[in-house]
């Protein structure tokens, strides 16, 4: 008796000891990191720049003479917006699930392949009904990487990414795969500026959506290859890096349950913050819709080219992409989520209303200017406030629901956004404009308020009033991310 107690203690102190040694080789975690980097990261930013190439190319075709060409008439090109965003917000959390079921490494390139095989067939198009059919499917396949422009897979995307990396890891990550949409919105202006100007057999939005297509196919292929499954599953990591991968994610959350289960589904949706979020990601989701399709048509209105238009959105996207990714890496630097949310919103929500009140047509310069700063700080909100749920969502099957929610709250944006861009206002579509402004005050207001909220839960758990965070009763050290 007393050798098996003797040598069940020498196992628990071989144990500790184990731990105590993966949590002081910081060199091996940081090794470990820069693998899975290279592993995760340029898959994951493909996916997310033919999602982006592929479901923002209807503004660019808008340029070149797209609606005349399908006989669109009214607000015809508004309808097919609405008509690719209600499946693309009410497949958000079915994706989820079928991601956290399935594992995101299978359904992400089986996602990638079926709306690039879509965006190939719109070129087919021959009238409303045509292309109608084929942007309500790729609305639901594309749901899978849920972007707006910028949201990252979201929900699968960033699920995906919580399997692999820490909370304070995550909104880097996720701005690296953001940011990719305006490299997409910038190589699709470039494309489209080419392609317009061939004269074959074909229109020059045909080739736009044949050439993307293509492109989308081809990175299906790369990451069914590529993607691992899991530190566990893949053959890329060696015994201790696994080890030492599951050691990480055990001390950043208390839940590393692979199994999607209903009871906690449904907790989650009963706790109040979760549709807060999902409220927040509807106010700043508008902005992020109106950049998306309707960036093309609001620089065609400071140009006399509507070609030259398209070749106008390269140099916002390009600025954009460099300010997105460095504000995510202050954000995870500080751990400041809604602060950096919210003061960058500030200068987007100045800059639309001015887009919308200013006399642009002597003062072209200017509203050039101001879609610079409408393209960098609209979406940012958009990478942060998923990094900064997640965080604060301490079991997998609820981070799955919540997310799925929080895009599904975006994508609808995307309908508000399409009904607001009234044909009767154009050019200047000044009252959807000043939507916009007013829907990023309201996310503004409500996330500083939902930062109070977790502030405030912080100072009852360091006092003690608190003596662990809900969910998390083994980690009494855990603070909720602001």
Not at 258 to 266: D, L, P, Q, V, Y
Not at 284 to 303: D, E
Not at 400 to 405: D, I, R
Request: aromatic share 12%.
């Amino acid at each position: 008796m007393a050798d098996s107690d003797r040598e069940e203690k020498r196992q628990e102190a071989v144990a500790i000891d184990d731990d105590r040694s993966l949590e002081n080789d910081a060199g091996a975690e940081k090794r470990l990191v820069r693998k899975t980097d290279l592993l995760m990261m340029p898959g994951l930013a493909l996916a997310y720049f033919t999602h982006t190439l592929d479901r923002a190319n209807l503004g660019n075709a808008k340029t070149d003479g797209f609606e005349k060409d399908l006989g669109l008439v009214g607000n015809q090109f508004s309808l097919l917006l609405v008509l690719f965003y209600i499946p693309y917000a009410l497949f958000n959390i079915p994706w989820s699930i079928l991601a956290k079921k399935y594992n995101s490494a299978r359904v992400i390139p089986l996602a990638i392949l079926s709306w690039g095989a879509c965006t190939m067939g719109a070129a087919a198009a021959k009238n409303f009904a045509g292309i109608m059919t084929t942007r309500i499917i790729m609305g639901a396949i594309e749901a899978a990487c849920d972007v707006n422009e910028n949201y990252l897979d979201k929900p699968c995307e960033v699920y995906y990414l919580s399997l692999f990396y820490t909370r304070k890891e995550m909104a880097f990550r996720v701005s690296w795969i953001g940011q990719m949409g305006f490299i997409a919105g910038a190589v699709s202006g470039l494309i489209s500026w080419s392609v317009f100007q061939w004269k074959g057999g074909l229109k020059g939005w045909q080739y736009l959506f044949l050439i993307e297509g293509s492109i989308t196919v081809v990175v299906a292929a790369y990451l069914y290859v590529f993607a691992p499954r899991s530190p566990e599953k893949s053959r890329w990591y060696t015994e201790e890096e696994v080890k030492l991968a599951k050691h990480r994610l055990e001390q950043d959350s208390q839940d590393q349950d692979e199994e999607f289960r209903w009871e906690e589904a449904k907790k989650q949706l009963k706790h109040w913050p979760t549709w807060v979020f999902a409220f927040m990601a509807l106010m700043y989701g508008v902005g992020v819709a109106s950049s998306s399709n309707f960036l093309p048509t609001m620089i065609k209105r400071l140009t006399s080219e509507a070609t030259t238009a398209n070749l106008y959105t390269v140099g916002p996207n390009l600025t954009a992409s460099v300010f997105q990714v460095t504000i995510c890496y202050l954000s995870d630097r500080y751990q400041q989520r809604a602060t950096f949310a919210c003061g960058t919103t500030v200068i987007s929500l100045i800059a639309w209303i001015l887009l919308g009140t200013l006399d642009l047509v002597h003062q072209p310069q200017v509203g050039y200017f101001l879609t610079y700063l409408i393209t960098f700080a609209t979406f940012i909100p958009s990478n942060l406030v998923p990094a900064w749920l997640s965080s604060n969502t301490p079991t997998t099957t609820g981070r799955a629901v919540s997310l799925g929610l929080n895009y599904m709250a975006m994508n609808l944006a995307g309908i508000i956004s399409s009904l607001i861009y009234r044909e009767q206002d154009a050019p200047v579509y000044r009252p959807a404009l000043i939507t916009v402004g007013c829907t990023q005050g309201v996310f503004i207001v409500t996330a500083l308020a939902m930062r109070q909220y977790y502030m405030r839960l912080n100072r009852k758990l360091d006092s003690g009033k608190l003596l662990y965070a809900p969910g998390m009763e083994s980690r009494p050290q855990y603070r909720y991310a602001v």
